[in-house]
Nanobody
């Protein structure tokens, strides 16, 4: 069982920045972020996998958000710049621990463990 601890949510004005972090209690294969706004489905934001380190982004955040990890590989960061009101949502960290060559990082079902969520609010 892997525990996830998220930090860094908060409120910011449009154009501002926030940095989220997610620390996993055990070894991971990949880590990602999803978000869910009120009345909407959960949406893929970004993910990063180890081995040949590769990062992936949802279309709505490309060029504004950056995902990275620490050297130990069990903490992931999401740097969010040029925030917009439509980025307002609860952001969830997700982890996959099992190795696979099927990189369906964009799908919720690919992940095994989830954080409790952290609120990000962007005002106009």
């Amino acid at each position: 069982q892997v525990q996830l601890v998220e930090n860094g949510g908060g409120s910011v004005r449009a154009g501002g920045s926030l940095r989220l972090s997610c620390a996993a209690s055990g070894r991971t294969f990949a880590m990602g972020w999803f978000r869910q706004a009120p009345g909407k489905e959960r949406e893929f934001v970004a993910a990063i996998r180890w081995g040949v380190i590769s990062s992936y982004y949802g279309d709505s955040v490309k060029g504004r958000f950056t995902i990275s990890r620490d050297n130990a590989g069990n903490t992931v960061y999401l740097q969010m710049d040029s925030l917009k009101p439509e980025d307002t949502a609860v952001y969830y960290c997700a982890v996959r621990t099992r190795l696979t060559y099927n990189y369906n990082l964009y799908y919720e079902s690919w992940y095994e463990y989830w954080g409790q969520g952290t609120q990000v609010t962007v005002s106009s």
